[in-house]
């Protein structure tokens, strides 16, 4: 039973960057029919994808192209853990963030398990 | 992005009634559709994969149907531990995308 754990600040400042860890327990982040995604949500914009990171013989990432410009998320093997770098946040960022474990089978691709959420509020 | 609508945006129905949402896609998706169902101060908890698989341990008055553009996701027979918000979401082509939401409470 995948477990997914999540920490980090509940408050930025305006320009500055939302960082935060997903811890994995259960899996690996390195499997190869996994992809290891980051979700937010908000009254304003609903849920929307942010981006991936999964190993297929090397590490790729997918990411939304309106965040693109401004995020980063990495894997750490060595914790079996992945991260969210988000920088130069405006308060159109506050949002609950997820992360979220995205199984691939034959049946196709499913965000099956999601981690507790982290209201991250951006304000001075 | 392909876009979802869902409609109604919320409904009230009364416990053992059958209740069902729709999902409409702004271009063809096959069956590479998902449902979640969210209760307050939770994340979302998938009900339904590849348009009408249930996921494992989710009680099966629900069921999820339609391929390309329209798609259902019904309650057999609505109980009280069904209040919440459900969403579709796609898959078919990136990026994964959301419909808005239908809200679900007991009359």
């Known amino acids: 039973q995948v477990h997914l754990q999540q920490s980090g600040p509940g408050l930025v400042k305006p320009s500055q960057t939302l960082s935060l860890t997903c811890d994995i327990s259960g899996d690996s982040v390195s499997r190869n029919s996994a992809a290891w995604n980051w979700i937010r949500q908000s009254p304003s914009r609903g849920l929307e994808w942010l981006g991936r990171?999964?190993?297929?013989?090397?590490?790729?990432?997918d990411y939304e192209v309106s965040v693109k410009s401004r995020i980063i998320i990495n894997p750490d093997t060595s914790k079996n853990q992945f991260s969210l770098q988000l920088n130069s946040v405006t308060p159109e960022d506050t949002a609950v963030y997820y992360c979220v474990r995205e199984r691939i089978t034959a049946a196709g691709a499913r965000f099956d398990s999601w981690g507790q959420g982290i209201l991250v509020t951006v304000s001075s | 992005a392909i876009q979802l609508t869902q409609s109604p945006s919320s409904l009230s129905a009364s416990v053992g009634d059958r209740v069902t949402i729709t999902c409409r896609a702004s271009?063809?998706?096959?069956?590479?559709l998902a449902w979640f169902q969210q209760k307050p101060g939770q994340p979302p908890k998938l009900l339904i994969y590849?348009?009408?698989s249930l996921e494992s341990g989710v009680p099966s008055r629900f069921s999820g149907g339609g391929s390309g553009t329209d798609f259902t996701l019904t309650i057999s027979s609505l109980q009280p531990e069904d209040v919440a918000t459900f969403y579709c979401q796609q898959f078919n082509s990136y990026p994964p995308t959301f419909g808005p939401g239908t809200k679900v409470d007991i009359k």
């Open positions: 990171t999964y190993y297929r013989s090397k590490w790729y990432n």
């Open positions: 271009q063809g998706i096959s069956s590479a």
């Open positions: 590849d348009a009408s």
